[in-house]
């Protein structure tokens, strides 16, 4: 294979990702909540696998979960399949993104987060956060790999924060009194329906 053949998937990943930088927002705050937030990663350009806006620079999402309420953070993985990324929290690992079914240079390609989530070829995580002060970073942990020149180190991938209330704990016990109470109805009734 020459180089020129080795270089056009690095070439069209590069048009790809700068195609979706140009509409990305550069926030290091998450604080727009049920939106995919892009993300890139290319160790050619910062000398690491690590998540970075647009423009090269580190990225992490800053938010707070008020008390009574818990977050979903969901990732994907984009551009082409065969991706998966390490989740952090404040430094701890918060877990990895699924395994991917296709990770072929001739396999799907999107930018369409929605549509990457939906799609079993994209690698994905879904997290629970509680209440209290998050900081979410992440870093590549496989990429996809080209057959001769080995791993490509550059990808698209996007964050989604999800908040809903935590239900009161008065909610839960008047639920698991009435599921109790129907219980006892219907044992009750098929006592006597086997008499």
Do not use: H, I
């Given at each position: 294979m020459s180089?020129?053949?080795?270089?056009?998937?690095?070439?069209?990943?590069?048009a790809l990702t700068l195609?979706?930088?140009l509409s990305a927002a550069h926030?290091?705050?998450?604080?727009?909540?049920?939106?995919?937030?892009?993300?890139?990663?290319?160790?050619?350009l910062t000398g690491n696998l690590d998540?970075?806006?647009f423009d090269g620079q580190a990225l992490r999402f800053d938010f707070s979960v008020a008390e009574?309420?818990?977050?979903?953070?969901?990732?994907?993985?984009?551009?082409?399949?065969?991706?998966?990324?390490?989740?952090?929290?404040?430094?701890?690992?918060?877990?990895v993104t699924s395994m991917a079914v296709d990770g072929d240079l001739n396999g799907p390609t999107t930018v369409d987060y929605e549509q990457a989530f939906a799609d079993n070829n994209?690698?994905?995580g879904v997290f629970t956060l509680g209440a209290g002060q998050h900081s979410i970073s992440g870093f590549l942990s496989t990429s996809l790999v080209h057959p001769e020149f080995g791993p490509l180190d550059a990808t698209l991938g996007a964050v989604r924060l999800q908040v809903s209330?935590?239900?009161?704990?008065a909610s839960v016990a008047t639920l698991l009194a009435g599921l109790s109470l129907l219980?006892?109805?219907?044992?009750?009734k098929n006592g006597k329906d086997r008499k």
């Open positions: 180089l020129t053949s080795c270089l056009r998937p690095r070439a069209a990943f590069a195609a979706a930088g926030a290091d705050t998450l604080n727009v909540y049920d939106q995919w937030v892009e993300f890139s990663v290319s160790k050619v998540w970075a806006n009574g309420f818990v977050a979903t953070l969901s990732v994907v993985d984009a551009g082409w399949s065969g991706d998966r990324f390490t989740v952090t929290d404040k430094g701890q690992q918060l877990g994209f690698s994905r209330a935590v239900p009161e704990p219980s006892a109805m219907l044992r009750r």
